[in-house]
């Protein structure tokens, strides 16, 4: 069996198991009609509430469902320009030769173990649909594919006055944009950090340190990324308990070339060009969460040079 079809496997012993324990659950509240309601631990809560350590509604979402067993799905739409954003090609204003080039509404659903309030397990896969609006234009791969399926682990915890986020995610590359350079895998690993203003609750400050290990079929890729790293401070200001403005600084990427004859990290990196986002967020629930967002380079403002975007995170359970 391969790895896609492995992942999946997984992914649906695990959704089938959380089911099973939520139905065991409610049949043993229903059957033991003596106990008291809160004599009845349920099957698919774990011990204790992550949501006392974590307030941002931002990361409360990111973090996943609260439940034992929970689904979870991200989507996204990655448009054009703020002149065309519903048009076919997306600006490459950062300038990543791994990343589509057309408009797309892509996004993931994942299957979350939480083992405990803390720590979690997810298995799941990414789907994508190019040039939504416009239909298949292309003659070179698939309008819409299912792929990437990807393991991950993550501890959401309260640092001092800092709430955290610690993740790690491996993908195993089955689209045809990965196939096509013939990347294999990714390792990526993020450390997200946040906490309010003394005095001012209602501004959030925070960074996200990401780091990315791109791994080949071959060695004969020269000028492709070899691994990324990128400083993202944000800041966000609260309109109110279910809106929030917020700002991301993307200027402190850096990407190493697999032509890079040195192999030592911190010599032969280039600085990526540095952007912008601001957006909404938009607090649905706790655990549903909006963001649309424009994307521009600050230092050469240019319409042709802009992004626009929304994402959503759904968690179900």
Known sequence: MNTPKRLFVIMTALMAAGLLNTAHAADEASTESKLKVEDVKPKNKVKGDIDEDITNARMRASSG??????????????????????????????????EEDSTEISGSFSARYRMTKNDSFTVGAGFGILTPFQGDVSRNEDQSNVSNPRVGYSRVYKLGRFQTISSGTLYFGTSDSWDGID????????????????????????ASLVYQHYIYGNDNRDGLTAYKTALYPYAEYALSDKYQLRTVFGYFNYRHKRSTGDKSPLVGMEKQQSYQSVGVNMVITRDIFLYPNIQFVPDDIDSEKTNVALSATINMF
Request: hydrophobic fraction near 35%; aromatic fraction near 6%; charged fraction near 15%.
């Open 183 to 206: 990347l294999n895998n990714v390792l990526a690993l993020d450390q997200n950090m946040l906490t309010t203003i003394p005095g001012a609750s209602h501004i959030t400050v925070g």
């Open 65 to 98: 469902s609260k439940s034992k067993y929970s689904l979870s799905m991200g989507i996204a739409y990655d448009g054009g320009t703020i002149g065309k954003p519903f048009g076919e090609k997306r600006p490459d204003i950062v300038g990543n030769p791994e």
